[in-house]
């Protein structure tokens, strides 16, 4: 039987050798561009999706110009309160829906522009809470946050000193509320009440009115204190199927026949918008939160959020 010689078989392995590594070598190459094709196609489809949304945003913006030009109110019958269903773009979808903030009261509106309270919209979220069984404390904690006195709000307010007794300590803002997530700083807020109020108010700059005819029965209850259950009800149906086009239609309503109903907190006009946009492109998924003002000018976009919260 003849066999190999030692040189020829050392000449064997090592080119066995060879192979292998050759082998290993170009795999894990293969593999390492296979994963820098991936990671560009990653950001290539999350630049897309950040477009469609920013598209959706543009949307927005046209939908809300154009509705001021057809009238001078805001309800929840009009073409700007209907979601944008998902809708099939190049490689995904794309949809968003428009909420009209002013539907809810604006925090900043419980002090006025000399600096004191006012008691009127102060009023009205303590009945706000107590509807939502809430720490009716959390009215006066809030006029104290945006304030720019030391002096606690009676009953049941909180000043820096305050707040500089906890850990960790900090002190007021004394200035207008900037987000609704300030609310999680208030003395005596806890998770669970930021959440069960965080749909009846919000924070906008300066002073505005509710919006009657895309407000909700408790927030109505709290801003009129004269209403039944049943006439806020009735009240808002109406302003959800036609839209109430001004106060003094308002006060025609037959339900509030008889009544007198303090205007002072409701409009019927916003210009405050949320807008809500999601892309989904192939494996990559982009959310825009964007805060909309409106007036005669136009539309402007004051903040953007890249997450499902403003």
């Known amino acids: 039987m003849r066999t190999l010689s030692q040189p020829k078989g050392v000449a064997l392995l090592t080119a066995l050798l060879i192979v292998a590594l050759a082998t290993i070598a170009a795999t894990a190459l293969l593999q390492q561009h296979y994963l820098h094709i991936r990671r560009s196609a990653n950001v290539l489809q999350g630049e897309q999706a950040e477009a469609y949304a920013l598209g959706a945003e543009a949307w927005a913006r046209q939908i809300l110009h154009r509705d001021l030009q057809r009238n001078q109110y ?7 309160a209907f979601k944008l269903p998902p809708t099939v773009v190049e490689g995904g979808a794309v949809q968003g829906e428009l909420e009209d903030l002013q539907g809810r009261f604006n925090l900043n509106t419980l002090v006025q522009p000399d600096g004191a309270p006012n008691e009127v919209a102060l009023a009205a979220v303590r009945r706000l809470l107590d509807a939502l069984e809430l720490p009716p404390e959390l009215a006066a904690q809030a006029v104290d946050w945006i304030d720019t006195d030391q002096n606690p709000t009676i009953p049941g307010g909180a000043e820096d000193l305050d707040y500089l007794r906890l850990q960790p300590p900090y002190r007021c803002a ?15 807020m806890t998770e669970e ?15 505005t009115k509710v919006n009657i005819n895309t407000t909700r029965v408790p927030l109505l209850l709290a801003l009129s204190s004269e209403l039944s259950q049943q006439q806020a009800e009735t009240l808002l149906e109406t302003a959800k199927k036609q839209g109430i086009k001004n106060l003094q239609a308002l006060l025609a309503q037959d339900s509030l026949a008889n009544m007198k109903i303090d205007t002072q907190l409701l409009g019927v006009d916003s210009q405050y918008f949320l807008l809500r946009a999601r892309a989904d492109i192939e494996r990559s998924q982009r959310y825009l939160t964007s805060l909309l003002y409106r007036d005669s000018r136009g539309v402007q976009v004051l903040l953007r959020s890249r997450s499902e919260n403003w």
Do not use: K
């Open 174 to 188: 004394n200035r207008p509320f900037v987000s609704p997530s300030e609310l999680r700083l208030l003395l005596s």
């Open 74 to 80: 805001d309800a929840l019958n009009e073409d700007w």
């Open 193 to 207: 009440a930021y959440q069960q109020l965080l749909p009846y108010v919000t924070t906008l700059p300066g002073v």
